[in-house]
Structure formats: structure tokens, C-alpha cells
């Protein structure tokens, strides 16, 4: 147990609809990732938080968005779902105090799937 | 071309085998290397971590760097069933680049024969 937790485990929804996966970090972790894992692509990097403050950004479109809150967890929403989006969602934490080289802890992931 | 390459397998091997994973990259910036477990519907977990080149062993596993092939490795030595999962190359610019971004190979997948 990696000590990251992620809501929900799956979920099943259509095409044009929005859906909100949650992530709470190991005790103490500053830092937030959001990755997504499919089959063609492998694991990509969507975006990091670093308590509160986006920190760096990747291929992440436009119609995701996320945000941390200040108790630390964060949201990953996804809007306008097409069947591409369909994936596993995985959130990961580091303490991070600036100086994170890559370490990071994953949750078991959120498996979207968009009809 | 992908900024980290890696065959994505599958490989079967026997049991007690030694197993040779590998990755090859492009980005000379990559500083910090990392090779993760991913078991079957389980997320990612850090199982080796270099920084630079070099070696380094904790157990059965070696992971070894050559910066200037710009080529990583993992080994398994005594290859057991429970070793059977995908393996993930990972890599970082490091810190003052883009906080933590790590950037994955493929992922191989492994399996071990009793």
C-alpha cells in the first residue's frame, strides 16, 4: 500500500459528459502528479502540484483541469469525454520540498471508461 | 521517435533465470533514472533509483547507467514468479527542470516460469 488513495476505482460513463477523480496524498506529501496510462501511449505526465500552486504542466488538454486543495488532496476533472479519454488515471505524491528528483508514490489508479 | 525507448516485450523466462531490461533515450538532460514495478491492475512502484551514471544493487536487482550511450539497464538475478510483472523505465531532468516530470518508457512486460 503506497499510502496514495484514489476515488473511484472505476468508473463508466458516455461521450460529452464530465466526470471529477480524486486523489489524497501519503501523509505529509506536498506534492500532487496526475499521469495517464493507456495502451498506445504508455504513462504520461498531465500535471503537478506542489501545495496549492500548479508546478509544472504536460501534454494535459484543454478540457481536463485540476486543482489541490488546501488540505493537500486534489481533483483531476475531465469534461467533454470523448472515447479517446478512456485510460487509467493514476494520482502519485512526493514530498517535494523543491528538490523532488523523482520518486514518486502512485495510487492504484482510476479506470475511466467512456462509451 | 519517443524521448525513452523500450521493448515492450512480453519476455518469458524460467525460473532462477537472469533477466536483462533496457531502455535508450534521447534527452541528454536526463539526470535521475528510475526503473518501477507495475504489478497487473496495481499503480507503478519505485523499485530502483540512479542518479547519473553508475551502478547500483539492492538485492537480485542491479540497475546500471551509461549516460554517454545514453543507455539504462535493469537486471534481475534469480528470477522468481513473483517477479513477474511490467516493468517501467523512468527518467527526470531533475528538479530545477519542470519539478518532477518523469518521462516512461513503455513498460516490459516480464514473466517468470516456475
Known amino acids: 500500500d503506497s499510502g496514495v488513495t484514489q476515488t473511484p476505482k472505476h468508473l463508466i460513463t458516455a461521450t460529452g459528459q464530465r466526470v471529477t477523480l480524486r486523489c489524497s496524498p501519503r501523509?505529509?506529501?506536498?506534492?500532487v502528479y496526475w499521469y495517464q496510462q493507456s495502451l498506445d501511449q504508455g504513462l504520461q505526465f498531465l500535471i503537478q502540484?506542489?501545495?496549492?500552486?500548479?508546478?509544472a504542466k504536460g501534454n494535459i488538454l484543454e478540457r481536463f483541469s485540476a486543482q489541490q486543495f488546501p488540505d493537500l488532496h486534489s481533483e483531476l476533472n475531465l469534461s467533454s469525454l470523448e472515447l479517446g479519454d478512456s485510460a487509467l488515471y493514476f494520482c502519485?505524491?512526493?514530498?517535494?520540498?523543491?528538490?523532488?528528483?523523482?520518486?514518486?508514490?502512485f495510487g492504484e489508479g482510476s479506470r475511466l471508461t467512456v462509451l | 521517435q519517443k524521448e525513452v525507448e523500450q521493448d515492450p516485450g512480453p519476455l518469458s523466462v524460467p525460473e532462477g533465470a537472469i533477466v536483462s531490461l533496457n531502455c535508450t533515450y534521447s534527452?541528454?538532460?536526463?539526470?535521475?533514472f528510475m526503473w518501477y514495478r507495475q504489478y497487473s491492475r496495481k499503480g507503478p512502484e519505485l523499485l530502483m533509483y540512479?542518479?547519473?551514471?553508475g551502478n547500483k544493487e539492492d538485492g537480485r536487482f542491479t540497475a546500471q547507467v551509461d549516460k554517454s550511450s545514453k543507455y539504462i539497464s535493469l537486471f534481475i538475478r534469480d528470477s522468481q514468479p513473483s517477479d513477474s510483472a511490467t516493468y517501467l523505465c523512468?527518467?527526470?531532468?531533475?528538479?530545477?527542470?519542470?519539478?518532477?516530470?518523469?518521462?516512461f518508457g513503455q513498460g516490459t512486460e516480464l514473466s517468470v516460469k516456475p
Open positions: 502519485a505524491s512526493s514530498l517535494n520540498r523543491g528538490k523532488n528528483t523523482g520518486e514518486l508514490f
Open positions: 501523509s505529509g506529501d506536498l506534492s
Open positions: 502540484y506542489y501545495n496549492g500552486e500548479e508546478r
Open positions: 534527452n541528454s538532460a536526463f539526470q535521475y
Open positions: 540512479t542518479y547519473s551514471s
Open positions: 523512468a527518467m527526470s531532468e531533475g528538479p530545477d527542470n519542470q519539478g518532477g516530470k518523469l518521462i
